[in-house]
């Protein structure tokens, strides 16, 4: 058998796809779609951030590879439940954003939320065997600070100097005269 003649497997990461015995490459995901979304607000690439339950103290981290072209967005993450696959859209006029978080072979949760240049945040929501349950979230680009931290300079209130109160003199209460009948 001819080295070009193997059967060859497909390994996911890679950008190459074998169909029969002869390899096809793909392009990358932006030079498919033949563009990506200019608004600084919504960069395609990796993405960090958490969601909440709706107790206290629930961050829940996520990481996130996202897609935006044409309103549409898309891509993979994973977080402590399991990987999961977004598709959804967004709207460049109002900042607002709708996805479903679809872990793989379990169940789909619905994001809403709002870009205001500082990421995206919003609520989610999950509905099974006739349960509602919400919570929070909060996600945005790797490289850009956590935007629920505030910078030293943002928690510092300025200084203000202290002044003790002048003392003034107290005044003494006289004694009154107690009246005998």
């Known amino acids: 058998m001819r080295e070009r003649d193997k059967p060859t497997g497909l390994a996911f990461g890679d950008t190459i796809l074998f169909i029969a015995r002869y390899p096809i490459r793909l392009k990358p995901m932006d030079e498919q779609l033949n563009t990506t979304e200019s608004d600084a607000r919504f960069p395609s690439g990796p993405w960090k951030g958490f969601f909440m339950y709706s107790t206290p103290n629930s961050k829940c981290p996520m990481e996130l590879r996202l897609q935006f072209s044409n309103g549409r967005m898309s891509g993979d993450g994973r977080d402590?439940?399991?990987?999961?696959?977004?598709?959804?859209?967004?709207?460049?006029?109002?900042?607002?954003?709708?996805?479903?978080?679809?872990?793989?072979?379990?169940?789909?949760?619905?994001?809403r939320g709002f870009n205001e240049g500082k990421g995206i945040w919003g609520t989610w929501r999950l509905i099974s065997e006739g349960y509602v349950f919400r919570g929070g979230f909060h996600i945005w680009p790797e490289g850009m600070s956590d935007p629920t931290k505030l910078d030293a300079a943002e928690e510092a209130d300025e200084p203000i100097e202290l002044v003790p109160p002048k003392k003034t003199p107290r005044r003494r209460r006289q004694k009154r005269p107690t009246q005998q009948t």
């Open 80 to 111: 402590v439940v399991g990987a999961f696959s977004v598709d959804g859209t967004y709207d460049l006029e109002t900042g607002q954003c709708n996805w479903d978080k679809q872990y793989h072979g379990r169940h789909t949760v619905q994001y």
